[in-house]
């Protein structure tokens, strides 16, 4: 159905655009004012801004993907995988790929890509569907909005698949509909050959680079994130358990009406890099670790890191650690413009805590030869970071295709070996720079690593860091024509800044 009429504020109720079923984004209203953005929601009171330049922006891409590629192209969305029971579903999230193309997070649809045209087939809800979800949308309506060439139902989709290529998604069930209509086994891409192979190397060459509406998007997720640590440095003083901290910063990204690009990493114990756990209390002389980023509801995600005293108020020692890691993060971004090797800033990175460690007194020796032998991977052994963009690891789907330029392979030396990305910058790039110290258990008790390092590393002089589980400072970097712009700048890393943070909420309430 639509409507044509003036709303209180001026703006022009044009047509049915996009509604939230669940977790799913449908088309339903669309406002457009003399700003000239189109603002799509359940109503004028929650909306999220989709740029009325969507649909060129989409036809460009896939004219590009033509231009390297002449196979037809089929991509599937996916469809909502059920937690305990069919009617109750993890909230949806659609295959990255997919979104690239069509823009927005359909549920059960899939495109077809050829000659610059795209071609959408999804199904109209049934009538029944209105009691639980409300009107929903025509299939033609989402077609006009996504700039789609032709628009059929699903069942059509079988008589359009003749030599089409295709990525694999990640839900089972949908990926037995792709081996069923195209009537053979989709290869994983580290498999792919022929077609397929053609295909993950075109999508990898657009979406490494992004184009004006991504980075809009990429924006738009960063400044929430940035939020959300404010918010949640904030909040600490207060605050008993992580748990609390982690609802205020979850709280920030749900109000923007954006969701999380990953399992927030909100904890005390930092020495462990991908911890999820909640439930511990918050005492003084701890670090709070947080690895918090939002994600657009059109898929675009941010990625950023923070660590701070919950006290308000860093150790010496602490402080010595954190200075270190802070030094290593803004040295690897001084450094970073076109052409410049990813590895080669990890490396830096490594360089730089090596040389920290030793004026520490926690390592002997040259700081190079330290990195040489990896010595410096005992408290620094994951990478400097990854690539950004739909994905919070972009394309990490895609095994080390997206990540490593072509003919490179992974490391197998400790710490280089979690090297994420191994490909030379180029303008449009978004990575991110994440340094860290940590003291993991695991390695530091290891007898082999014990043994190999027991000549560099001062047992004695480590006791006296006890203080500090983990540290890691991340932001997010776009690679500019010319060097770099910090997407995340807004939110501080210096420790002054970020004891001013932590104790705002106490000073405003002594005045």
């Known amino acids: 159905m639509r409507h044509h009429r003036l709303l209180p504020n001026g703006a022009l109720l044009k047509q049915a655009q996009i509604i939230k079923k669940a977790d799913d984004w449908y088309i339903n209203l669309r406002l457009q004012d003399n700003s000239g953005k189109v603002s799509v929601g359940t109503s004028p009171m929650q909306t999220t801004i989709v740029s009325q330049t969507l649909s060129t922006t989409l036809q460009q891409r896939r004219k590009r993907l033509a231009e390297l590629i002449e196979t037809p192209v089929i991509l599937w969305s996916g469809e909502p995988i059920s937690r305990n029971f069919p009617d109750n579903t993890f909230p949806f999230r659609a295959s990255s790929h997919f979104l690239y193309f069509a823009g927005l997070p359909l549920a059960n649809a899939a495109i077809k890509l050829e000659a610059g045209k795209l071609e959408l087939f999804m199904d109209d809800a049934p009538p029944e569907a209105s009691l639980w979800q409300g009107e929903m949308p025509k299939r033609a309506e989402i077609a006009a909005t996504i700039g789609a060439d032709k628009a059929y139902p699903l069942s059509e989709l079988a008589s359009k698949i003749t030599n089409a290529a295709t990525i694999a998604v990640q839900d089972s069930k949908t990926y037995q509909q792709q081996c069923q209509l195209l009537q053979r086994n989709i290869p994983f891409p580290q498999q792919a050959k022929e077609s397929e192979a053609d295909l993950i190397r075109a999508i990898i060459s657009l979406r490494l680079c992004h184009d004006k509406e991504s980075l809009n998007e990429l924006k738009k997720a960063a400044n929430v994130a940035i939020e959300a640590h404010k918010a949640g440095m904030r909040a600490t003083l207060t605050a008993k358990t992580e748990a609390e901290v982690r609802g205020i910063m979850e709280g920030v990204i749900i109000a923007h009406n954006m969701t999380t690009a990953y399992n927030s990493i909100v904890t005390v114990h930092g020495e462990v890099l991908h911890n999820e756990q909640y439930h511990h209390v918050l005492q003084p002389g701890d670090l709070l670790l947080a ?59 490594a360089k730089i805590i090596a040389e920290g460690l030793v004026d520490l007194g926690i390592l002997t020796g040259n700081p ?12 620094f052994p994951h990478g400097i970071g990854h690539i950004l963009g739909l994905d919070v690891h ?116 002594l005045i």
């Open 291 to 349: 690895d918090v980023g939002a994600e657009t509801p059109l898929g675009w995600a941010s990625d950023i890191t923070r660590t701070w005293a919950v006290s308000g108020k860093f150790s010496s020692s602490q402080r010595d650690i954190y200075n270190l890691v802070l030094a290593a993060h803004d040295a690897c971004i001084a450094s970073m413009r076109p052409g410049v090797e990813y590895r080669d800033i990890h490396l830096l990175a």
């Open 394 to 509: 972009d394309m990490e789907d895609l095994g080390d295709l997206a990540g490593y330029e072509s003919g490179r392979t992974r490391s197998d030396r400790f710490g280089l070996g979690y090297l994420r990305l191994n490909r030379p910058l180029r303008p449009g790039m978004l990575v991110t720079i994440e340094p860290g110290f940590y003291q993991v258990p695991a390695i530091l008790n290891n007898p082999s690593f014990r043994d190999k390092y027991r000549e560099v590393v001062n047992w004695e002089k480590l006791a006296q860091f006890a203080d500090v589980r983990g540290i890691r400072i991340e932001d997010d970097v776009l690679i500019t024509e010319t060097g770099t712009e910090i997407l995340t700048a807004n939110l501080p890393t210096s420790i002054a800044d970020i004891e001013t943070l932590v104790n705002s909420e106490r000073n405003s309430s």
């Open 368 to 379: 190079a030869d330290l990195v040489e032998m990896d010595a410096h991977a005992l408290f």
